[in-house]
């Protein structure tokens, strides 16, 4: 398969069009893997198969005579009931995760909070919001989590926890995952501190935990509640997800700012504020980052017009570095 082929399995706009939940994590994951070895990461690899590499102790019965014969290593046969790994995907669903900029036809958001007041603001946003990326990221994780025989928890949280499936490496569990990511309607207001550290006194066994939010909340909360799963041992990825106008601003005629979970509005015109809108934005991303990397958290910023390769491979880099 070409690299042309081998992308377009990896395009937002593309798995967008796609007709469920399930064909868009397969899509996503088969595109993937096809590309891992002509992708830019040359060198990373991984095996997708039923087996695991020989430790000592394993007990000699499971060796697979057949792969040793055609690779030389020795593998062990793994059977379904075996997990490598409890993960744990939290997912924001509050309505800001709503947002989509839409090119042309600027919607609401909560952050930059657009209103389209008047034409000719320049079309450089995205076709998907927030939470379809997202949940697209988060079937394609659980969907590659199961190839690898991980035991795979889904979370989702706007004001409190909504959802908690205690994590298992089963295609029940799998299919349970995906019913519920096909389901998520965003409604409420945001309280991602107050549920991560709901969350993190949930999880009694330390493992990975995967956070995909957009994190407009209060900032230093937000930084304590992540800081709460490394004190319980947990190693952390976390993907923030924003649109491409939310870290760039508009240009463009005046506009209503709308806050998409208050409803407060505010008049502004782009041009004066542009400046100032994304030297803050700048300051709130760096935040984010530098305090991940204090506290060994894998920080990762992502726009919805973004190929799903890049957190796919941030995941598969932290699997590689846990085994």
Not at 17 to 22: D, F, G, R, T, Y
Not at 125 to 138: N, Q
Not at 170 to 186: A, D, F, G, R, V
Not at 212 to 224: E, T, Y
Request: proline share 3%; aromatic share 12%; charged share 30%.
């Amino acid at each position: 398969m070409s690299k042309t082929d081998y992308r377009r399995f990896l395009e937002p706009s593309v798995i967008a069009k796609l007709s469920n939940i399930e064909l868009k994590a397969k899509f996503v994951v088969q595109g993937f893997m096809a590309g891992l070895h002509k992708s830019p990461y040359h060198g990373f690899s991984v095996e997708f198969t039923e087996h695991r590499q020989y430790t000592q102790g394993d007990d000699l019965r499971y060796l697979d005579w057949k792969v040793f014969a055609r690779t030389g290593r020795y593998y062990i046969k793994q059977f379904e009931e075996e997990t490598n790994l409890k993960a744990y995907i939290i997912l924001d669903i509050s309505r800001s995760m709503s947002y989509v900029s839409n090119g042309e036809e600027v919607k609401e958001s909560k952050f930059n909070l657009f209103k389209r007041k008047n034409i000719n603001l320049k079309p450089h946003g995205s076709s998907i919001s927030k939470i379809e990326y997202a949940s697209y990221m988060a079937a394609s994780l659980a969907y590659l989590m199961m190839i690898q025989r991980d035991a795979v928890s889904l979370i989702t949280y706007d004001t409190r926890v909504r959802t908690f499936l205690p994590p298992r490496s089963t295609q029940s569990n799998l299919k349970q995952i995906l019913k519920e990511l096909s389901n998520i309607e965003p409604k409420g207001k945001t309280g991602t501190a107050e549920s991560l550290n709901s969350i993190a006194e949930k999880i009694k066994r330390r493992g990975l935990v995967i956070l995909i939010s957009d994190l407009l909340d209060d900032q230093n909360k937000v930084i304590n509640a992540i800081k709460h799963f490394r004190y319980n041992k947990n190693e952390v990825i976390l993907f923030q997800i924003l649109d491409p106008a939310e870290k760039s601003f508009l240009e463009g005629n005046s506009l209503i700012l709308v806050d998409m979970e208050t409803g407060e509005e505010m008049y502004s015109q782009p041009y004066s504020v542009q400046k100032y809108y994304k030297e803050a934005m700048e300051k709130f991303i760096e935040k984010y980052k530098n305090e991940c990397i204090k506290n060994n958290v894998d920080y990762e910023l992502i726009t919805t017009d973004t190929p799903f390769d890049i957190s796919l491979l941030k995941y598969l880099n932290k699997r590689k570095r846990l085994n």
